[in-house]
């Protein structure tokens, strides 16, 4: 193994096979530490990318991902860095993957639509309903040019429903964050589907998501909803804050 590491004529793919099966980050950072890899400069960003894409344990992943960047004369570039992002995100790292996602924002890079996409459904699989629904608010300062024809409205509903299909349940703020989110838009159709979504998956309105409603629907000029919801929330024992009254009677006095 070391006769191969040290050759001069070092192949990416030799490596990755030997690094593929390593059991623990300590053991995957062995290799390259230890073993005389040597001079990075031959490890062009493509071949690191197959090896990230070859360690089975993100946390091995991870490692040598964060040992190759401080090695002098290696840079990660938007490939490798959105490899190991898909990576950490199918596992549900979402910390690291934040940590990520603050690099590319400060360096200018951004992810292709395709790799936004992952995340989601990476995170709706692993149940972080909230983490997707950022990566979803976010979109505009980490993703690269959205197609025209893409609706992201309709996306993020999609990818709710998605979750809902596989017994995923986002929780009562994922629903409030999109309820406010289509009451910017005057969107009142579809805060309505969220909210018989709310009660298909037997939640129980708290005082913040009866807020938003009230804002929503008094936004949209529908102050007869707002009112019927005030009633609702006083009838579930939620007292409305001093702000939601005044909004609420300002809206039914326009």
């Known amino acids: 193994?070391?006769?191969?590491?040290s050759s001069?004529?070092?192949d990416s793919f030799v490596v990755a096979n030997a690094l593929r099966s390593a059991p623990s980050p300590n053991s995957a950072l062995y290799l390259p530490m230890?073993?005389?890899?040597g001079n990075l400069k031959r490890f062009l960003p493509w071949k690191v990318l197959t090896l990230i894409r070859s360690f089975k344990s993100p946390e091995s992943a991870w490692q040598f991902f964060v040992w190759v960047a401080s090695q002098p004369?290696?840079?990660?570039?938007?490939?490798t860095v959105s490899r190991m992002i898909t990576k950490l995100a199918r596992y549900g790292h979402v910390q690291l993957v934040d940590q990520l996602l603050l690099k590319i924002r400060r360096e200018g890079m951004k992810l292709s639509f395709t790799t936004v996409?992952?995340?989601?459904?990476f995170y709706g699989y692993s149940r972080n309903g909230i983490a997707a629904l950022n990566i979803f608010r976010n979109i505009k300062t980490i993703c690269n040019?959205?197609?025209t024809r893409c609706?992201?409205?309709?996306e993020a509903l999609n990818i709710l429903d998605e979750m809902l299909l596989s017994n995923v349940t986002p929780n009562i703020l994922t629903f409030s964050g999109l309820m406010d989110h289509h009451a910017l838009q005057g969107d009142i159709r579809t805060i309505q589907r969220l909210f018989g979504m709310v009660t298909q998956?037997?939640?129980?309105p708290d005082s913040y998501m009866y807020k938003t409603l009230i804002f929503a629907y008094c936004r949209c000029e529908r102050a007869s909803l707002a009112l019927r919801m005030l009633k609702d929330m006083r009838s579930s024992g939620i007292i409305p804050d001093v702000a939601t009254k005044e909004f609420l009677m300002k809206s039914l006095w326009q």
Do not use: A, K, T
Not at 151 to 154: F, G, I, S, W
Not at 201 to 204: H, I, R, V, Y
């Open 117 to 121: 996409r992952l995340i989601i459904d």
């Open 8 to 10: 001069p004529s070092l």
């Open 73 to 79: 004369d290696f840079v990660h570039d938007i490939y």
């Open 201 to 204: 998956c037997n939640f129980e």
């Open 1 to 5: 193994m070391m006769n191969i590491l």
């Open 151 to 154: 609706q992201m409205n309709d």
């Open 34 to 37: 230890h073993c005389n890899i």
């Open 145 to 147: 040019h959205l197609s």
